[in-house]
């Protein structure tokens, strides 16, 4: 529960990944539509990326696969469609990487994961979080999705802008579909994961160079 907090110290609530940059298309503009995109975003792109990179990193930091840790992470840093999604993972990645190394400095995975270069990543900083909390997988990965969801909503919150209800049913909707998340992103091989999703590489490219914004993808 402390990891899918908000207030966790690794900065998520300032990036909004595309979101903003589907709003100022009109992609975007209404509840229904957030809560749409959202799914998608959820079912289609970190279920069968982040969250499948998570269960993977999370049974290596478990076993004390560095290696494998390692490989993993240069691997999101590759699948990074912009310069915005890489810079999420790898300065999300550098702050929990720091947290970790607050709270177990002695566990040579948490010094495994901080030597990575040029950085940690997000997705295996927080598998390496939730392997030292003891907490099982599927409990990980919804903790993981849940982060993700709040984070999310507050993004669709502010640029639409839509009002504390309507945010809050888009997160009962995601909360809805997110053991489902879990269970797929568990189930899928190393060669059925995949990161592709054309029309939100697109848009983050785009967002940065967008006028006016708020987030910082």
């Not at 948490?110 to 392997?131: E, G, I, Y």
């Not at 709040?150 to 839509?162: F, R």
């Not at 909360?175 to 590489?201: N, V």
């Amino acid at each position: 529960m402390w990891l899918a907090s908000p207030a966790l110290p690794v900065g998520g609530f300032s990036y909004s990944e595309g979101l903003e940059a589907a709003v100022e298309s009109g992609a975007v503009a209404s509840e229904a539509h957030a809560t749409a995109w959202l799914l998608d975003q959820l079912h289609l792109v970190l279920a069968r990326s982040d969250m499948a990179l998570v269960a993977k990193a999370w049974s290596a930091w478990r076993r004390g696969d560095l290696e494998d840790a390692a490989a993993l992470n240069a691997w999101v840093r590759r699948t990074r469609e912009s310069a915005e999604m890489l810079q999420q993972a790898e300065q999300m990645g550098r702050s929990l990487a720091a947290w970790i190394g607050q709270r177990d400095a002695d566990d040579p995975r948490s010094q495994a994961l901080a030597a990575q270069l040029p950085a940690p990543t997000w997705p295996v900083a927080f598998a390496l979080a939730a392997a030292q909390s003891d907490a099982p997988l599927h409990e990980a990965l919804l903790a993981f999705a849940f982060g993700w969801a709040e984070n999310m909503v507050q993004a669709a919150v502010k640029s639409l802008p839509l009002g504390q209800s309507a945010g809050q049913r888009i997160l009962g909707a995601l909360a809805a579909e997110i053991p489902a998340a879990a269970k797929h992103a568990a189930r899928l091989m190393d060669s059925e994961r995949q990161a592709y999703a054309p029309m939100l590489a697109i848009l983050s490219s785009q967002h940065e160079t967008q006028y006016s914004r708020l987030f910082r993808s």
